[in-house]
């Protein structure tokens, strides 16, 4: 029987109210203490419950990515991983925020055909990591399946070419699928459908409806061009059907072939003159074949993606095909080889590519900036990579958004990162922690007359507008750094203000030789009028540690808005896209862990990409996140 005193901490958790929140989270805590469940030894529904309480709630959900309440933060992340199902009821308020059941409601995107249920798929080839581009197809399908309808979601590999498909892949699309917090019901392969794909082309060529050719490749791709039809298009099927089975077995006469469908080699549609259905692939000269990673050397051909995808769509209940408007033109001949098989049919639903400036997103690109060392990895925060880009400090959050507003565009334009740098803000913003980080090169030390000499620490909100961002120790002493850049501004003179603190009057500014500012004499002016004054941030610089931070800014890797085919990657690629400046972050930072996400005072917003003490030489890593200001 569930603890009534959860109920009631459950209660206070649903409040949208920070003051009631809090005290109900400090009771979750301690009741957590000792217990992996709130409600016995398997997840029941109040964990299901409080779960959700606190994951909908920006604030609560702010507090347990915080770890403020280690034993809440541990049973949380425990339950999220465990069982992934739950994530989702974190679609919910997009719906209710939508203030309506209407299926697209809120972002006016709408399928046909829904009345008997939806199921859609993500078919990605595991021949690369995700990336941006790609998470608009997950969302997409994702938004149609779980928000839009209660439907499923099915992620398949679209395995059909052994050359450039690799396990490594497949995992991490897997694992990037989660990074999204896309769910999927079912994982299938086209690979296991090799077999059924074989006798349904088996079945095409018995009933006329396609035929072996040995018409050289371009020969037959002229005669495409100019609307001819191949010289074996009469072929006989009993002939085809044997000429498949020697494709089968890879015989010397077998290779020479591939089989095409008999569709109409004089349509105005290129895609319908009689398209290759099956095919060896083209192997690279100096490797040679290659085994599928999954089915090793069982097959010598492969289905065309022409082929394989209708059928497997039909074949596994897909209800909804998501495509990328350049398939358009082969719909026409998708829907023709579920009619001619005689095969349930499948909605198409096209949606336009999305493509971002001074941004590469083929594979084939990617992998040679990985390769060539110009950014360190695919989850480098410099690649459009769903790792990169999340990595660099884009929320999930802010990426859905943007994606399910671009909804159902046809046109296929270069959007600028700006947007969506900016909506990410918008997220960011009232969650993230106000911290302090002072560049070491240069900072002058400043000390202050009238201070006690004694430091002292005070509590105080870690974020001006939102208290339940909780609270930091900030420590005053009558000795503080600041920044050479800010130093080099003041006068003699000069009354100025230490955010945070209060009005100092500057009494002897000390020059070394070179002009540098060397240190700051300086006096309190507690009741000084901050209206007119320059200020400043800073670290006390005495009574307190501070800690070694390196914080990064990074550029696009292209200096052109947009690739175009003659162009050459590496005469396109910007030479410098990372810079670093060491600086020191106090005391208050030593909880950060990796992944948050903070605001240094007038820095900008960062990402903690290396907690303190786990970067290079014990340093923390951070890096900039763009706000769709300046760089991006
Ligand atoms: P390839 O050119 O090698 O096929 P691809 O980028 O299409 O590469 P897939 O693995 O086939 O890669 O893509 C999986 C899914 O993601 C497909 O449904 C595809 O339409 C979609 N997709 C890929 N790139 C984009 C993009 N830039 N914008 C929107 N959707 C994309
Ligand atoms: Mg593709």
């Not at 739950?86 to 809120?106: E, F, H, I, N, S």
């Not at 191949?230 to 099927?237: F, H, I, N």
């Not at 049919?345 to 083929?362: C, E, G, P, Y």
Request: proline share 5%; aromatic share 10%; net charge neutral.
């Amino acid at each position: 029987m569930t603890n009534p005193k959860l109920f009631k901490i459950l209660e206070r958790l649903e409040t949208p109210d920070f003051k009631t929140n809090e005290p109900a989270l400090h009771e979750l805590d301690q009741f957590l203490t000792l217990r992996s469940f709130l409600g016995g030894y398997a997840l029941g529904e109040i964990d299901e419950q409080v779960w959700k309480a606190l994951r909908l709630n920006k604030v609560t959900f702010g507090i347990v990515r915080r770890n403020l309440f280690l034993n809440v933060t541990r049973w949380f992340t425990h339950l999220e991983s465990t069982y992934p199902a739950l994530q989702q009821c974190v679609k919910m308020p997009v719906k209710a925020a939508a203030g309506t059941d209407q299926p697209g409601g809120r972002y006016n995107i709408k399928l046909q055909d829904t009345e008997n249920g939806v199921v859609t798929r993500f078919p990605p080839e595991p021949s690369g990591y995700l990336h941006i581009g790609h998470a608009k197809a997950a969302f997409l399908n994702d938004y149609f399946a779980h928000d839009a309808f209660s439907g499923s979601m099915i992620l398949r590999f679209d395995d059909t070419n052994p050359r450039k498909e690799k396990q490594e892949f497949e995992d991490s699309i897997i694992h990037d699928l989660g990074l999204l917090g896309i769910q999927t019901q079912r994982v299938t392969y086209t690979s296991d459908y090799f077999e059924r794909l074989y006798e349904l082309c088996q079945k095409l060529i018995s009933e006329g409806n396609a035929y072996a050719d040995d018409t050289d490749p371009e020969v037959q791709k002229k005669d495409r061009y100019e609307r001819r039809p191949s010289a074996q298009r009469d072929r006989p099927a009993a002939e085809s059907l044997e000429l498949f089975k020697e494709m089968r077995q890879g015989t010397e006469i077998g290779i020479k072939h591939c089989i095409r469908a008999r569709i109409h080699f004089d349509s105005s549609n290129g895609s319908m003159r009689d398209p290759i259905i099956y095919r060896f692939p083209s192997w690279d000269a100096e490797e040679g074949p290659q085994p599928h990673h999954r089915t090793g050397w069982a097959w010598k051909i492969y289905p065309t993606y022409d082929f394989a995808c209708p059928l497997v769509d039909s074949i596994e209940g897909v209800t909804h095909a998501l495509r990328t408007t350049e398939y358009a033109d082969r719909n026409e001949q998708y829907y023709w080889f579920l009619e001619a098989l005689g095969l349930r049919r499948v909605h198409l639903w096209d949606f336009a590519r999305i493509n971002f400036i001074k941004t590469f997103l083929s594979k084939r690109k990617l992998t040679k900036v990985v390769d060539t060392g110009k950014v360190d990895g695919w989850d480098d925060p410099r690649m459009p990579t769903v790792r990169g880009i999340l990595r660099r400090g884009l929320t999930v959050e802010a990426l859905r958004e943007f994606m399910l507003k671009q909804g159902p565009s046809r046109n296929i334009v270069s959007m600028d990162w700006t947007i969506l740098w900016a909506t990410n803000k918008k997220i960011i913003d009232p969650i993230a922690a106000r911290h302090t980080a002072v560049d070491a090169m240069g900072r002058v030390l400043v000390t202050i007359t009238g201070a006690a000499t004694i430091p002292w620490k005070e509590d105080r909100v870690k974020h001006p507008k939102n208290p339940a961002v909780g609270m930091k120790e900030v420590t005053f002493a009558d000795k503080v750094i600041i920044e050479q850049t800010d130093a080099a501004k003041f006068q003699d003179g000069e009354e100025i203000t230490l955010m945070g603190w209060g009005n100092v009057v500057i009494r002897h500014l000390l020059k070394s030789a070179d002009g540098a500012i060397e240190r700051l004499e300086t006096e309190l002016n507690p009741g000084g009028d901050f209206s007119k004054t320059k200020k400043v941030h800073w670290l006390a610089a005495k009574g307190t540690q501070h800690f070694a931070a390196q914080l990064w800014e990074f550029d696009y890797l292209l200096t052109k808005d947009n690739l175009t085919k003659t162009d050459d990657l590496d005469n396109c690629l910007n030479p410098v896209t990372a810079t670093m400046v060491d600086a020191f972050v106090g005391e208050d930072c030593k909880r950060l862990i990796e992944g948050d996400i903070i605001q240094l005072e007038r820095k900008g917003y960062f990402r903690v990409d290396k907690a303190i003490g786990n970067g290079p030489d014990g340093k923390a890593v951070m890096f900039k996140i763009p706000t769709g200001t300046g760089k991006a």
